[in-house]
């Protein structure tokens, strides 16, 4: 559905995005993911057709964007970074406007409308001025214009940002249901949210993707350092001295962790069963044997951290 | 279409539901209505002069259309020149402030309609300021007639040839404001730079004077105030016709031009 390949931006001599990768298939939902600066905003500003990159191609839906900008940008809804709203307009006037400028046929556009604003909950502020919004119902207001004239792909550059926890709640269950139907990239920097709403990840630091992958894949795929907690019912500090000798392996005891310890493992994951064979034989009582996942913000970390490409 | 449509709709709205069209026409009424009072007394004391000095001859010349309308147009249009940067400055500067340019720039719309829609709307505000224009003739013409004066009477197709070219040099100031506007996000450099390329184009009149030969006629030909002298004498000549439709299109295109090359950096 949207296909970037080798995408290079330069602000004057600042390097905002470079060689970046990437497809989204249809009916993907695709968290967009770096800290301040990465370049999720340059990328989608290029996918979009609102600038073109220096080098590299963007296509959607098979048209280059470039190319056939008008066939692209009928596909898409796009929420910008800011919400693109007039202050002197009503939210009805507003969103009549969008409509008319995406091409709707007049005679469906009210209950279009309607339909939006059902979804994005501003139906009872339809006749305010923008102006008199607050952030929070602003942004909904750009949402809905976002997803006006049921746009096949919809982009949200951080569709969060701003909002109280509750509303922060309600608009990732709107993306969630959208995604039923959609195709969907949304950029941020709060990793939970990728975590509750996408099934994909693309991680972006300093212009440059270094992690392309579904969440589970690429949870599991960092866990190269494999850490197993283990828990049993008659510990003693003598267990841990001698699995550390005889597996020659890391093993610690954090304070929590009152009858028990962890041991990490680098590749040798076919020690594992050894190492339970030991305990379970030893007559220790296991009681739990288990690995230490890392979270997706480790692996953010991990990732933004160490200059590593994958 | 409907895309050129749908901008100028709201355009147009943004024009007439919030203060700024209605400062502009406050504003405007206020000083064309104060050039029409001098311009009109100092017409009224001439005329007397010549009755009480039974200057029959002279008295002729004095008619309401040469002596009252024609210099009004004329100082009205000098007076475009500072109130056309105002209503063009927001056009695409605000658009870019308000990062509002980001819908208009992934919605499927050109850039050509995107321009248009709101030229067009400018358009609509010059033309509401030429009818007011208009108020003063028939002021005249009202009381004029009640009044008696041989010389009372008004000719209007003079009128009309003047409005048609007040409108026309205006459209054509607009559309160097438009590019002003695109090129910045900044209404009150917008406003500036558009005054400068306006007073530039006057000005370009005045070294005409010192000229000689071809070149005086070319430099004349540019300046944008000079065109709508043959208007105001109720004549409509291809060559004024063709200036102000090129200057026009030339300052949509270089807007349009701008607005396709920012992209690009
Ligand atoms: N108009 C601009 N002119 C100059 N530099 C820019 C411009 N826009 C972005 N940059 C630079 O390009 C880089 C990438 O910016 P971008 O806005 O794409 O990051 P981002 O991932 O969206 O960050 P954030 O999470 O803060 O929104 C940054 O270093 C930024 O300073
Ligand atoms: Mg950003």
């Given at each position: 559905?949207?296909?970037?390949?080798?995408l290079?931006?330069?602000?004057?001599?600042?390097?905002?995005?470079?060689?970046v990768?990437?497809?989204?298939?249809?009916?993907?939902?695709?968290?967009?993911?770096g800290?301040?600066?990465?370049?999720?905003?340059?990328?989608?500003?290029?996918?979009?057709?609102?600038?073109?990159?220096?080098?590299?191609?963007?296509?959607v839906?098979?048209?280059?964007?470039?190319?056939?900008p008008?066939?692209?940008?009928?596909?898409?809804?796009?929420?910008p970074?800011?919400?693109?709203?007039?202050?002197?307009m009503?939210?009805?006037?507003?969103?009549?406007?969008?409509?008319?400028?995406?091409?709707?046929?007049?005679k469906?556009?009210?209950?279009?409308?309607e339909?939006?604003?059902?979804?994005?909950g501003?139906?009872?502020?339809?006749?305010?001025?923008?102006?008199?919004l607050?952030?929070?119902?602003?942004?909904?207001?750009?949402?809905?214009?976002?997803?006006?004239?049921?746009?096949?792909?919809v982009?949200?550059?951080?569709?969060?940002?701003?909002?109280?926890?509750?509303?922060?709640?309600?608009?990732?269950?709107l993306?969630?249901?959208?995604?039923?139907?959609?195709?969907?990239?949304?950029?941020t920097?709060?990793?939970?949210?990728?975590?509750?709403?996408?099934?994909k990840?693309?991680?972006?630091?300093?212009?440059?993707?270094?992690?392309?992958?579904?969440?589970?894949?690429?949870?599991?795929?960092?866990?190269?350092?494999?850490?197993?907690?283990?828990?049993?019912?008659?510990?003693?500090i003598?267990?841990?001295?001698?699995?550390?000798?005889?597996?020659?392996?890391?093993?610690?005891?954090?304070?929590?962790?009152?009858?028990?310890?962890?041991?990490?493992?680098?590749?040798?994951?076919?020690?594992?069963?050894?190492?339970?064979?030991?305990?379970?034989?030893?007559?220790?009582?296991?009681?739990?044997?288990?690995?230490?996942?890392?979270?997706?913000?480790?692996?953010?970390?991990e990732?933004?951290?160490?200059?590593?490409?994958? | 279409?409907?895309?050129?449509?749908?901008?100028?709709k709201?355009?147009?709205?943004?024009?007439?539901?919030?203060?700024?069209?209605?400062?502009?026409?406050?504003?405007?009424?206020?000083?064309?209505?104060?050039?029409?009072?001098?311009?009109?007394?100092?017409?009224?004391r001439q005329?007397?002069?010549?009755?009480?000095?039974?200057?029959?001859?002279?008295?002729?010349?004095?008619?309401?259309?040469?002596?009252?309308?024609?210099?009004?147009?004329?100082?009205?249009?000098?007076?475009?020149l500072?109130?056309?940067?105002?209503?063009?400055?927001?056009?695409?500067?605000?658009?870019?402030?308000?990062?509002?340019?980001?819908?208009?720039?992934?919605?499927?719309?050109?850039?050509?309609?995107?321009?248009?829609?709101?030229?067009?709307?400018?358009?609509?505000?010059?033309?509401?300021m030429?009818?007011?224009?208009?108020?003063?003739?028939?002021?005249?013409?009202?009381f004029?007639?009640?009044?008696?004066?041989s010389?009372?009477?008004?000719?209007?197709?003079?009128?009309?040839?003047?409005?048609?070219?007040?409108?026309?040099?205006?459209?054509?100031?607009?559309?160097l404001?438009?590019?002003?506007?695109?090129?910045?996000?900044?209404q009150?450099?917008?406003?500036?730079?558009?005054?400068?390329?306006?007073?530039?184009?006057?000005?370009?009149?005045?070294?005409?004077?010192?000229?000689?030969?071809?070149?005086?006629?070319?430099?004349?030909?540019?300046?944008?105030?000079?065109?709508?002298?043959?208007?105001?004498?109720?004549?409509?000549?291809?060559?004024?016709?063709?200036?102000?439709?090129?200057?026009?299109?030339?300052?949509l295109?270089?807007?349009?031009?701008?607005?396709?090359?920012?992209?690009?950096?």
């Amino acid at each position: 559905m949207i296909e970037v390949k080798g995408l290079t931006k330069f602000y004057k001599q600042i390097r905002a995005i470079e060689d970046v990768s990437f497809s989204v298939e249809k009916g993907d939902i695709v968290g967009f993911l770096g800290p301040n600066g990465a370049g999720k905003t340059t990328t989608m500003k290029i996918i979009t057709g609102f600038m073109p990159p220096d080098s590299g191609v963007a296509k959607v839906a098979g048209f280059d964007v470039f190319e056939s900008p008008l066939e692209v940008k009928k596909r898409i809804g796009y929420l910008p970074e800011n919400p693109p709203v007039y202050n002197d307009m009503t939210v009805y006037d507003y969103l009549k406007f969008v409509a008319e400028i995406k091409g709707i046929e007049s005679k469906k556009i009210d209950v279009e409308i309607e339909r939006v604003s059902e979804s994005c909950g501003i139906t009872d502020v339809q006749k305010r001025l923008i102006a008199h919004l607050s952030k929070g119902f602003r942004q909904r207001v750009g949402i809905a214009q976002a997803i006006l004239g049921n746009p096949e792909i919809v982009i949200f550059d951080e569709p969060t940002i701003g909002l109280d926890p509750n509303q922060v709640f309600e608009v990732r269950t709107l993306i969630k249901e959208l995604a039923k139907e959609k195709t969907i990239i949304l950029s941020t920097h709060i990793l939970p949210e990728v975590e509750m709403t996408c099934k994909k990840v693309i991680v972006i630091h300093k212009g440059r993707i270094v992690a392309k992958e579904n969440i589970e894949d690429l949870l599991r795929r960092r866990t190269k350092i494999s850490e197993m907690t283990v828990r049993v019912k008659r510990f003693s500090i003598e267990l841990m001295k001698q699995i550390r000798d005889k597996f020659n392996i890391k093993v610690s005891q954090p304070p929590e962790l009152e009858n028990g310890f962890n041991f990490e493992l680098e590749n040798q994951e076919d020690r594992i069963e050894d190492i339970a064979k030991f305990i379970v034989d030893g007559g220790y009582g296991l009681l739990e044997f288990r690995p230490i996942t890392l979270s997706l913000e480790d692996v953010f970390r991990e990732l933004t951290t160490e200059e590593k490409t994958v | 279409m409907r895309n050129i449509i749908a901008i100028f709709k709201k355009e147009f709205k943004i024009y007439f539901e919030t203060p700024v069209a209605y400062v502009v026409f406050g504003i405007f009424s206020l000083i064309s209505g104060y050039f029409f009072l001098q311009i009109f007394s100092y017409f009224q004391r001439q005329s007397l002069q010549f009755l009480q000095y039974q200057a029959a001859h002279m008295l002729e010349h004095m008619n309401l259309n040469d002596m009252v309308m024609r210099p009004l147009f004329l100082n009205i249009n000098v007076f475009f020149l500072l109130m056309i940067p105002v209503i063009t400055m927001r056009l695409i500067a605000d658009e870019k402030r308000l990062k509002t340019y980001e819908l208009l720039m992934t919605s499927p719309v050109t850039t050509w309609q995107i321009v248009l829609g709101k030229y067009l709307a400018s358009l609509s505000v010059i033309l509401v300021m030429v009818l007011i224009v208009f108020i003063y003739p028939m002021l005249l013409s009202f009381f004029g007639s009640e009044g008696g004066l041989s010389t009372g009477s008004i000719e209007w197709m003079p009128l009309l040839t003047s409005g048609i070219g007040l409108f026309l040099a205006g459209a054509s100031f607009a559309a160097l404001g438009i590019f002003a506007s695109s090129l910045t996000e900044s209404q009150i450099i917008s406003a500036i730079v558009s005054f400068g390329l306006l007073l530039l184009f006057w000005v370009i009149g005045w070294a005409s004077a010192g000229a000689e030969g071809i070149l005086k006629e070319v430099l004349r030909y540019l300046s944008l105030l000079e065109h709508l002298d043959q208007f105001t004498k109720g004549l409509i000549e291809v060559k004024d016709i063709v200036y102000y439709f090129s200057v026009i299109y030339f300052g949509l295109f270089l807007t349009q031009q701008s607005i396709s090359s920012q992209r690009w950096r």
